[in-house]
């Protein structure tokens, strides 16, 4: 892997697990905001969320940035009145100010100007700007893989599009498995969605998004060797039923219309 991954990640030793604070419900007190603590509000089975967090534990950023977990089942109502008005997960406290939208917040995780830790996105300007296309396609992926399961459809045309647009995209640099060849904040948009899909397809549509795909599963593969990545990865059987359960409901945020 190259130099830019250095840090945390498929070469490091395995690290302690983080102990994970309880997720506060409606009748949790809230934190005291804006009393200079940064703080990373989250919910430990989002995977916009869930995006942030790893960025966080990549950058070796645990001592620096505080999770605060909010159960989205229950969720107090100081969440939305004094932290965050849009109400949803991911958002962040940082220097009295409270920003969202998790593909925004990985960057800011990662600017140099806002935190210490490994840079995860590299020098050269071509794999940057293709990193830029590719966390700007994020969303519309996420939706056209979505839209099927939403709407209790079989895979579809687009559905296949967009798993070969990966499948390419991951071929177009040969110095690593991922989609810059090293570790980047465009593998964080993805993986977290990818960790899903894998698991919603192969169960609920017996499909596998993997198969005919080598340079997709070999990402998966490497992924999974991530420390910072599958210390917040969620058992495959709680996100099963969970999509189960809420594939219809996306007042959250967490599951896309």
């Given at each position: 892997m190259a130099a830019a991954a250095a840090g945390p990640g498929p070469a490091s030793a395995p690290a302690a697990k983080e102990a994970l604070p309880p997720a506060l419900g409606s009748t949790s007190q809230p934190p005291p905001v804006f009393d200079g603590t940064t703080r990373l509000y989250t919910c430990y089975f989002c995977p916009f969320a869930q995006r942030a967090w790893v960025t966080r534990n990549f950058k070796g950023l645990q001592d620096k940035i505080e999770l605060v977990a909010i159960d989205l089942e229950d969720k107090p109502a100081w969440y939305k009145e004094k932290v965050y008005p849009q109400g949803t997960v991911p958002s962040l406290e940082h220097n009295n100010e409270i920003r969202g939208e998790s593909l925004d917040l990985i960057r800011y995780i990662n600017s140099n100007s806002n935190?210490?830790?490994?840079?995860?996105?590299?020098?050269?300007?071509?794999?940057?700007?293709?990193?830029?296309?590719?966390?700007?396609?994020?969303?519309?992926?996420?939706?056209?893989?979505?839209?099927?399961?939403?709407?209790?459809?079989?895979?579809?045309?687009?559905?296949?599009?967009?798993?070969?647009?990966?499948?390419?995209?991951?071929?177009?640099?040969?110095?690593?498995?991922?989609?810059?060849?090293?570790?980047?904040?465009?593998?964080?948009?993805?993986?977290?969605?990818?960790?899903?899909?894998?698991?919603?397809?192969?169960?609920?549509?017996?499909?596998?998004?993997?198969?005919?795909?080598?340079?997709?599963?070999?990402?998966?593969?490497?992924?999974?060797?991530?420390?910072?990545?599958?210390?917040?990865?969620?058992?495959?059987?709680?996100?099963?039923d969970l999509a189960k359960n809420h594939l219809k409901v996306s007042d959250d945020g967490c599951f896309p219309e």
């Amino acid at each position: 892997m190259a130099a830019a991954a250095a840090g945390p990640g498929p070469a490091s030793a395995p690290a302690a697990k983080e102990a994970l604070p309880p997720a506060l419900g409606s009748t949790s007190q809230p934190p005291p905001v804006f009393d200079g603590t940064t703080r990373l509000y989250t919910c430990y089975f989002c995977p916009f969320a869930q995006r942030a967090w790893v960025t966080r534990n990549f950058k070796g950023l645990q001592d620096k940035i505080e999770l605060v977990a909010i159960d989205l089942e229950d969720k107090p109502a100081w969440y939305k009145e004094k932290v965050y008005p849009q109400g949803t997960v991911p958002s962040l406290e940082h220097n009295n100010e409270i920003r969202g939208e998790s593909l925004d917040l990985i960057r800011y995780i990662n600017s140099n100007s806002n935190f210490d830790g490994p840079a995860l996105l590299p020098e050269d300007a071509a794999k940057r700007q293709f990193a830029d296309e590719l966390i700007a396609y994020a969303d519309a992926f996420t939706k056209a893989l979505y839209s099927p399961l939403m709407a209790h459809a079989d895979v579809s045309d687009e559905v296949v599009a967009a798993l070969d647009k990966l499948e390419a995209a991951l071929s177009k640099f040969n110095d690593g498995p991922f989609f810059l060849g090293q570790f980047s904040l465009a593998d964080i948009a993805y993986v977290t969605i990818l960790e899903r899909l894998q698991i919603y397809y192969s169960h609920l549509r017996n499909y596998d998004i993997a198969k005919g795909r080598p340079n997709l599963e070999k990402f998966i593969e490497e992924m999974n060797k991530i420390d910072a990545y599958t210390q917040t990865k969620n058992d495959p059987l709680f996100l099963l039923d969970l999509a189960k359960n809420h594939l219809k409901v996306s007042d959250d945020g967490c599951f896309p219309e």
